[in-house]
């Protein structure tokens, strides 16, 4: 069991997660997104290798448009 902090609210998963799986959690799959981990912004390319590990801070910002 992990515990991640996402946009400041506390959430477990039951075993290892990366990046990718934690958008496809989050329904957030097709949407233009930025993630910062631990202060650092994780590279779109680098998703499905990025392995969240017990107590990450996250920041999940989704991009709107308008006009």
């Known amino acids: 069991m992990i ?6 609210q ?6 290892p ?5 934690l958008i496809d ?9 930025a993630i910062e981990r631990n202060g650092e912004i994780v590279p779109r390319s ?9 107590g990450d801070q996250l920041e999940v910002v989704v991009a709107v448009g308008g006009g």
């Open 3 to 8: 515990q991640l902090t996402i946009n400041g």
């Open 10 to 15: 506390p959430q477990q998963f039951e075993g």
């Open 17 to 21: 997660i990366n990046v990718a799986q």
């Open 25 to 33: 959690h989050l329904a957030l799959h097709g949407k233009r997104i």
């Open 46 to 54: 680098q998703f499905p290798q990025q392995m969240l590990v017990h």
